[in-house]
DNA sequence: ACTTACTTGCTGTTCGTCAAGCAAGTATTA
DNA sequence: TAATACTTGCTTGACGAACAGCAAGTAAGT
């Protein structure tokens, strides 16, 4: 009993450490969404996570060094998500899979976070890097779904699958920049709409 | 020669505010293009536009106003570039003409401008009315075009004009957000082979 | 003259950064 | 195992720069 109310054990430094520097980057990823790339201040940051106002420049040294681990950390959670996803079917199916995960169960405030971060990726180039990273994940995962495509013939021989790729993701990216300004955005019609238009502009035969 | 040293002439009242203001909009919207929507001060937008650091403040009451101002600006920009557009062709043709225009002689900086502008109207609803409003236009003309293509027998009957508008609206939104951060991107071919798919899933026959 | 356009000086505030200190955890020695 | 020295995690206080907003002034136009 005594000792029960001391809910906290004993944790080594680095476990110290680490926990703060995870829930410092997650808060500063709540304000992101919520206030914009720089509506923010690293005072705020400490004390969403539950420390002090000087934490967050103690440990990541400046403002823009925070917002990176952001970026990272955002891009990180999309791949985790990704890997999570089974995979049952290849070709023109499991694009339309990968689509409607996209549009409908992608965490709207992670999205809100991601679409700052690529607008302002414009201006910081460690920002730009982290952002191509994403991207060109996305992109290969799409071509090479293609690819798939083509050779269990589901998918036309001379279709191309880098721009066919590319045509892809620009429409998720547009199309999750209006869902964020309006949630009410019928997301999934046009999503269902463009895969149509893919199984007739893609299908062999 | 003597009052040819003189380059100013008299001018109006009127013209003299009138002229002054715009000049502090443009300023505003290349700082806004340049640093993103927040990242520069009212001073620099007076010195930029050849003024006193005080007069942004004076004229438009406070930053939001002018940023507001911006956003309707480069709006109104648009619809200027676009009222410019000859129109040769109806449906399929004109709508490919359309897409063409804006990948390819959109100018960068006012796009630049968009897209902080865009992202940003997530926060302020007075940019997000704005925002719409050229959504709504740039739909609606999309949505019209793909009728009068089925009243001329180029496209399908069968098809959904305000998907499809939301559809190519949400690629090109996409493709610009990429063609900013890269100018390199492969606007054009990607802008092609959209073309091509559209032929392939509207058009009649 | 007087009204309107524009400038300059000022003020209060916000915030990033730094530095000094306290507290929690770890290693060493006996 | 316990006392001591040391390291690392975290907090508090302070400073200075940046900047929006205001108010009182000067210049241009009528």
Tied chains: 1, 2.
Excluded: C
């Amino acid at each position: 009993m005594a000792t029960a109310v001391k809910t906290k054990k004993r944790r080594t430094q680095a476990e110290r450490r680490e926990e703060a520097e995870e829930k410092l980057i997650v808060a500063a990823t709540e304000l992101v969404a919520m206030k914009g790339f720089d509506g923010f201040s690293l005072a705020e940051v400490g004390d969403r996570a539950g420390y002090s106002r000087g934490l967050p420049g103690h440990y990541f040294g400046s403002k823009i060094e925070l917002q990176n681990r952001v970026a990272e950390y955002v891009v990180n959670e999309f791949y985790v998500d990704a890997a999570k996803l089974e995979v049952r079917e290849h070709g023109l199916k499991r694009i339309a899979s990968l689509i409607r995960h996209y549009l409908v169960s992608s965490k709207l405030e992670r999205v809100k976070a991601l679409t700052f971060l690529f607008t302002h990726a414009q201006l910081e180039d460690s920002l730009k890097q982290t952002m191509t990273k994403l991207h060109n994940q996305a992109l290969s995962v799409l071509k090479q779904e293609i690819e798939l495509g083509i050779e269990n013939g589901t998918i036309r021989k001379d279709v191309d699958s880098d721009l066919q790729a590319g045509i892809i993701y620009a429409f998720l990216r547009g199309q999750l920049g209006f869902a964020v300004l309006d949630p009410d955005y019928e997301n999934v019609k046009l999503g269902e709409a463009f895969i149509q238009n893919l199984k007739k502009s893609l299908s062999a035969e």
